[in-house]
């Protein structure tokens, strides 16, 4: 535990509240954000916390509360002063509005609703305070083991495909007619959607971009090799060395993704792969297995209708019968 952080909120934040709102004590959690509550702050870091509170808490007494721990805060900051903020919040704004689907399940939990980064900072950020459990409560109800398979399968995808069909292709367009600039916003995107593949690869939920390289250290052991490759991809001195690195990884990356049937059904080695991840995408292929018999119908159906099989997205759009 960061024991720079717990001794500032018991020696100065935590005696504020006692005194002025002490029936907020054991109703409140606290949650210590950012690199100070990931125990990786340094000299350059601010402080950011949230103080959640009931909702029927939080409009009695949150903007009293609020004031006091901002005063609280310009009194007494120990870190970089501009960009620290404590916030008071309701409870229902945890996991970007969905806590309440979390705590109290009664059925399909809206998963799609809540960032990877959000579950992340629930899941590994410092809780400080939670005696009421809320806070422990919700970390494991979103674990990354009780997130859905097919959905793992989705995020993959989605983050495969635009690797494939749009990054990389602008990546090495832009270096190829020297325009610096476009390189550089390009490559931003493109290593950004390789650290993301690799977390969903691992099954693992991702931090805020400021944050990824550290983390990845916590995943599984046979990742490293896709660390080091991105290491080597960042610190590589000219573009065309990038893109050689660039294209090495993303075959990795594939090859790691086929021999564990990560993405089963997508023929990750298609002449046009591009193609196939945008069917897959759209025909959703994390829960429909058996989304190529919809491009096989459609094709028979262009053919019947005397055009090429190349047509068979105009039926997948329309879906005439003639």
Known sequence: MPTAVVRYFENAVMPMIRSLYPEAVQEMSILILGSVGLGID???????????????????????????????????????????????????????????????????????????????????????????????????????????????????????????????????????????????ISFGRVVEGMFRLVFAAFHQYYPWRTHLRWAMSGLPVEAAVFVSGLDELVSAQDWKQKVTVLEALMNSLINFISLNQLLPGVDLYSANLGEELLWAQRLGAWKHPDWHKWIDDCTSKAIQNGYSASQFWVWSLWGWEK
């Open 42 to 184: 340094d000299v350059f870091s601010d402080l950011e916390a949230a103080i959640y509170l009931n909702d029927h808490a939080w409009h009695a007494y949150g903007g009293q509360l609020q004031l006091s721990v901002n005063r609280c805060l310009a009194d007494t900051n120990p870190w970089r002063q501009e960009g620290s903020v404590l916030s008071v919040l309701p409870v229902s704004w945890l996991l970007d509005g969905q806590s309440t689907a979390f705590l109290e399940p009664s059925g399909e939990l809206p998963w799609e609703q809540v960032s990877f980064e959000s579950l992340f900072t629930l899941r590994y950020n410092l809780i400080f305070h939670d005696p009421q459990g809320l806070l422990r409560s919700l970390r494991e109800a979103a674990a990354p083991s009780r997130y859905p398979e097919p959905l793992w399968k989705k995020a993959l995808l989605g983050t495969l495909h635009q690797l494939i069909a749009e990054d990389l292709p602008e990546l090495r367009s832009s270096v190829l007619r020297e325009r610096q600039a476009e390189a550089h």
